[in-house]
């Protein structure tokens, strides 16, 4: 569903600095507050970057957050992401312009995994930017 880059370095950061595409906000990075896994970029800088601070790969239910943040948001600000049935949940999805969908585990989302965002991991702490949530998302009878 997202895509995974690993990447290699002598020492692993605390955070890192990722280019992200225009128009993709709000955005799920890694929490420097440890509270929580992720947190809400409503936009990225001047320079087009988010900061996205690392977790350990073996505590990262990273989907189950992205899922229930996701959702949360959508509730409260009407994106429509919880869906009746896996055709409504497509058929959104096609409206936003998102062609090539597949479902996993009553979630739809696109075929591409760039359209989600990446997880990188470098050693053993991941870094999550995760955009499009909006848009890239639909979750089929989340309450039941």
């Given at each position: 569903m997202?895509?995974?880059?690993?990447?290699?370095?002598k020492?692993?950061?605390?955070?890192?600095?990722?280019?992200v595409?225009?128009?993709?906000?709000?955005i799920?990075?890694?929490?420097?507050?440890?509270?929580?896994?992720?947190?809400?970029?409503?936009?990225?800088?001047?320079?087009?970057?988010?900061?996205?601070?690392?977790?350990?790969?073996?505590?990262?239910?990273?989907?189950?957050?992205?899922?229930?943040?996701?959702?949360?948001?959508?509730?409260?600000?009407?994106?429509?992401?919880?869906?009746?049935?896996?055709?409504?949940a497509?058929?959104?999805?096609?409206?936003?312009?998102?062609?090539?969908?597949?479902?996993?585990?009553?979630?739809?989302?696109?075929?591409d995994?760039?359209?989600l965002?990446?997880?990188?991991?470098?050693?053993?702490?991941?870094?999550?930017?995760?955009?499009?949530?909006?848009?890239?998302?639909?979750?089929?009878?989340?309450?039941?």
């Open positions: 997202f895509e995974v880059i690993r990447m290699e370095s020492r692993t950061p605390l955070a890192i600095e990722v280019e595409p225009p128009k993709c906000s709000p799920l990075v890694g929490n420097p507050n440890k509270d929580s896994l992720l947190r809400w970029v409503e936009s990225p800088s001047k320079r087009s970057t988010v900061l996205s601070w690392g977790f350990p790969v073996k505590d990262a239910p990273i989907l189950k957050e992205v899922l229930n943040m996701t959702l949360e948001r959508s509730e409260s600000e009407g994106w429509g992401v919880a869906q009746d049935s896996l055709q409504l497509t058929e959104r999805l096609k409206d936003l312009g998102i062609e090539e969908v597949e479902s996993t585990n009553q979630v739809v989302h696109p075929k995994p760039t359209l965002g990446s997880i990188i991991i470098i050693g053993q702490m991941c870094f999550p930017v995760i955009h499009n949530t909006r848009r890239a998302l639909s979750v089929i009878n989340p309450k039941t």
